[in-house]
């Protein structure tokens, strides 16, 4: 600061003028300091000294952390309130169309728009034979489709035309692989036998058979393919691990027809993607499930042709 004394008594003398530094303002205010080249000129000074900066510092970084904290405590009181709204809300549960309008499509008109969509109205003119070796979807004679109660192209057999022999070739197989599959279902951890139990219905459905419609087993089946592979390696489960590698055999190469000719129909490029997903869709590199193994019908399918047909002569 400058400070100017005149003297009006002595008008010859010249003034005096003193330089006096500016005292710090405890509040850390602007102080207006007088440059000597400019009378008029002002600079912010801060006068704060270190301790009170680091203090409001302090106190600054103590109301954001608080504000952080308690926007922290609202959002998880919203998302609390919304999980117990929602929790038994129909759109809680994955696949749940019980509140979603459907049409009732029973088994054999599930099967007839599967088989009639691949074989015509797509125009992908699959033909239908590969279909229902890896479905449980049959062509009747009359053209229609139907849903059977057996998976893979499997069909009655008609032991009359068997040799007393072979009548009981197969009686002693039924007996060998039925405590095969008991030894298997009983090195089954809980947790598969738990999703089994949930996934197999008495129902007959269109296209999967006895698998219940609308469920995934994830992990499951990934779980379940391992310890089936083991089981064939035992010498003691021969005779399940050939009837196994049969069942594999027939869907894979079911598929793998189905495959080749839609995709080599370039008439219906925009179903390429729907003809490589039915793989996955449908498990057709998995290990057939426990109740497939207990089918009737694919087990005498599986007989006669490894044990009978090859021993018919052409006629």
């Not at 499509?105 to 890896?134: H, K, M, Q």
């Not at 032991?159 to 405590?179: G, V």
């Not at 036998?193 to 990934?222: D, I, K």
Request: aromatic fraction near 8%.
């Amino acid at each position: 600061m400058r400070l100017i004394v005149k003297n009006l008594t002595n008008p010859g003398v010249a003034d005096c003028e003193c330089r006096i530094a500016p005292e710090a303002d405890p509040r850390g205010t602007v102080a207006r300091v007088a440059d000597g080249s400019d009378t008029n000129s002002l600079e912010r000074v801060s006068t704060t000294n270190p301790a009170q900066m680091e203090s409001a510092r302090r106190f600054t970084s103590r109301h954001a952390a608080g504000g952080v904290a308690i926007a922290g405590v609202v959002c998880a009181a919203l998302v609390a309130a919304l999980f117990l709204l929602a929790r038994n809300a129909p759109s809680s549960t994955t696949g749940y169309t019980e509140w979603v309008p459907m049409a009732r499509v029973s088994a054999d008109e599930g099967c007839e728009n599967f088989g009639r969509y691949w074989t015509d109205t797509s125009g992908a003119g699959i033909d239908p034979i590969p279909l229902e070796l890896f479905t449980n979807c049959r062509l009747l004679d009359d053209g229609a489709w139907q849903a059977a109660a057996t998976m893979y192209g499997a069909a009655p057999l008609d032991e009359t035309t068997l040799t007393d022999e072979q009548r009981a070739e197969l009686t002693q197989l039924r007996t060998a692989i039925a405590a095969q599959v008991d030894g298997l279902e009983a090195v089954l951890p809980k947790s598969i036998q738990n999703a089994f139990a949930q996934l197999h219905t008495e129902r007959t459905n269109p296209v999967v058979g006895h698998f219940q419609e609308g469920l995934s087993w994830g992990s499951y089946r990934t779980r379940y393919a391992r310890i089936v592979n083991a089981a064939m390696l035992d010498p003691k489960n021969a005779e399940l691990a050939d009837f196994i590698g049969w069942i594999m055999a027939r869907k894979i190469n079911g598929y793998a027809t189905f495959r080749r000719e839609c995709l080599a129909n370039q008439d219906v490029a925009m179903l390429d993607d729907a003809c490589r997903g039915m793989e996955d869709n449908l498990s057709i590199r998995y290990a057939p499930l426990p109740w497939d193994l207990r089918d009737p019908d694919l087990l005498d399918s599986w007989y006669y042709e490894t044990h009978v047909k090859p021993t018919q002569t052409e006629g």
